[in-house]
């Protein structure tokens, strides 16, 4: 017999009534997650570096409850933008019950052309994400809620890169970048251990080969023969891990990184 206090499927990963903050909502797999978090019952704040992209991105969210979405400017590399861009989609939504830390100011140079401001600077998309999650966590405590954060991680920040996988096709997987995304990781373990007893549940979603389809295809077709499941991934295949951690149904689950790679990390 179930217990009294036992939840459906159905409704363990409904996100009606909830809202959802996600950067990087205008991009490739920010624009699968946040209809992923829409066809949840979600109410959507896009954010982008441009408030347009932002609005225009959000009114073409599909709203099977008829939630409402919205577009706010936030760019997680400036400290004080970063505070507007989370006041700003406060502002427009009233609340908001989930985070996704997805947008990346990328570095487009590898291990042999990249300069120390460069690199440095690529760090700071870890200082965004934790500020934007500290802000997170602050306003949802000082309304007496929970919520759940989402951090993107990477399959590169668990394993280096195959070397012949870009030899004399493009740059390879920047070094930077292994580095960030190593530190979003782990900031998710440290982050969910101090943010537990405030009802906050921190995770990372590790999304493996998952190439746009500007990405140059002798390097896909390389990367294909690096894992079990011979394919790269498509975005859609991000939704169900996505609202896994961001729903009621990974109320359990913090401090975790679920990699969804196709295999990639298994060997
Ligand atoms: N694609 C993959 O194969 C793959 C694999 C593993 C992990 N990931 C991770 O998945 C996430 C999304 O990647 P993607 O492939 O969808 O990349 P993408 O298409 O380049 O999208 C990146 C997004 O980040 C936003 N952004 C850039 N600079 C920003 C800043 N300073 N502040 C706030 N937002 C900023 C951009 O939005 P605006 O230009 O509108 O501001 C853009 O929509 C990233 O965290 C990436 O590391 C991707």
Redesign the pocket.
Known sequence: MPTSDERTVQQLFDLSGRTALI?????????AMSRALAEAGASVVI????RE??SDAASKLPSPGGAAHHGAQ?????GGALEAGFSEAVERAGAVDILIN?????VGKDLTNITFEEFARHQV?NA?YFILARRFRDHVVGRGAGGSVVN?????GQVASYPDAYEGVCVASPVA?HAL?GGTIHMTRHLAAFYARDNVRVNCL???????EAASKDMVDRLCTKLPMKRM?L?YELKGALILLASDAGSYITGQNLTVDGGWTAW
Request: charged letters at 15%.
């Open positions: 950067t990087g909502g205008t991009g490739w797999l920010g624009g954010s982008s570096r441009d992209r932002a936030l760019d997680h590399m400036d997805n947008g990346l100011d990328a998309n965004g993107i991680g990477s399959m590169y970048y995304k590790s999304p493996g080969p998952f190439p746009s991934g975005p």
